[in-house]
């Protein structure tokens, strides 16, 4: 797994960034493009958990091991996940 960070103050452009880059290289994640709310703890589980809705993936009350279950689906495939506001 390659894991890229792009960095710079509030405003300067780096969701833009990430978006161009997903639009531009989708195929090449065969559409498993992801894009999680990352300002806070609360807003990534929220992303999660309606990621793991969209895959029918049971309920879990652990937030470690809703990630893992969500991870898990994308396993053996290519794909982008963009933690937006992660600081």
């Known amino acids: 797994a390659n894991i890229v960070c792009i960095s710079g103050p509030a405003g300067c452009g780096k969701s ?9 290289h989708f195929d090449k994640y065969y ?9 806070s703890v609360d807003s990534m589980r929220s992303s999660f958990e309606g ?25 053996r495939r290519k794909y982008l996940f963009v933690f937006d506001g992660l600081k």
């Open 16 to 24: 833009t960034l990430a978006r161009k880059y997903a639009f531009d």
């Open 31 to 39: 559409s498993d493009v992801v894009w999680i709310e990352a300002h």
């Open 51 to 75: 990621l793991a809705a969209k895959l029918k993936l049971p309920a879990e009350s652990d937030t470690r091991r809703l990630a893992t279950s969500v991870y898990s689906v994308f396993n």
